[in-house]
Nanobody, 121 residues
Framework: VQLVESGGGLVQAGGSLRLSCAAS????????MGWFLQPPGKEREFVAY????????HNAHFVKGRFTISRDNAKNTVYLQMNSLKPEDTAVYYC???????????????WGQGTQVTVSS
């Protein structure tokens, strides 16, 4: 499975961005999908996951009420809608595919190359 993220950029605090993760190579519905972020000099951190058919969703505590993960299996794409962005959300955001839902990075087999999100104050 090849994953390609897009939609990152520079936004002011309080603004919104929608990240997309397009998959190719295999049907996306076969995989649970997750989003992770990695700030400069820090560990990769879980943001949200969604099960293969979208029935199970879990968000990290620090994004609840602000970020929404969703998927369109017909388009082989997963999304992360990010609202009320804060400067501390600045990071490279990665999507990843796994055989089952998990919030552990080592549970994911396939990773995209990442997209930079920068939130200015």
């Amino acid at each position: 499975v090849q994953l390609v993220e897009s939609g990152g950029g520079l936004v002011q605090a309080g603004g919104s961005l929608r990240l997309s993760c397009a998959a190719s190579g295999r049907t996306l519905s076969s995989y649970a999908m997750g989003w992770f972020l990695q700030p400069p000099g820090k560990e990769r951190e879980f943001v949200a996951y969604i099960s293969g058919r979208g029935g199970s969703i879990h968000n990290a505590h620090f994004v609840k009420g602000r970020f929404t993960i969703s998927r369109d299996n017909a388009k082989n794409t997963v999304y992360l809608q990010m609202n009320s962005l804060k400067p501390e959300d600045t990071a490279v955001y990665y999507c990843a595919a796994a055989d089952r839902v998990t919030d552990r990075p080592d549970g994911y087999t396939y990773w995209g190359q990442g997209t930079q999100v920068t939130v200015s104050s």
